[in-house]
Nanobody, 126 residues
Framework: QVQLVESGGGLVQAGGSLRLSCAAS????????MGWFRQAPGKEREFVAA????????GYADSVKGRFTISRDNAKNTMYLQMNSLKPEDTAVYYC???????????????????WGQGTQVTVSS
């Protein structure tokens, strides 16, 4: 098991930026592919971005492509989500997730992930 803690959420105006962090503890961080998901009020949780265990592969939802960047620092056991040009529709609770195993590629569905953080709120005002 790996424990995940998100941070960096907050209130920002439309067009602004935030950087989310996901700190991992427990098992070897580099053994996990990672992902970000989000859930807006009244909506189902959705995929945002994912990164392979090595950082060599990334994937994004169409809604955030070109605005968000996912990265990881295995030496610091931390994953990041840099969010630029934020829009009110980006308002949601953002969750990080971990998928055990050094499989190729990235995971885009919730069912692929074994461990979840508690979430951090991101609110974008218009």
């Amino acid at each position: 098991q790996v424990q995940l803690v998100e941070s960096g959420g907050g209130l920002v105006q439309a067009g602004g930026s935030l950087r989310l962090s996901c700190a991992a503890s427990g098992r070897t961080f580099s053994s996990y592919a990672m992902g970000w998901f989000r859930q807006a009020p009244g909506k189902e949780r959705e995929f945002v971005a994912a990164i392979s265990w090595s950082g060599g592969s990334t994937g994004y939802a169409d809604s955030v492509k070109g605005r968000f960047t996912i990265s990881r620092d295995n030496a610091k056991n931390t994953m990041y989500l840099q969010m630029n040009s934020l829009k009110p529709e980006d308002t949601a609770v953002y969750y990080c997730a971990a998928r055990f195993g050094r499989k190729p590629g990235v995971g885009v569905s919730e069912g692929e992930y074994d461990n979840w953080g508690q979430g951090t709120q991101v609110t974008v005002s218009s």
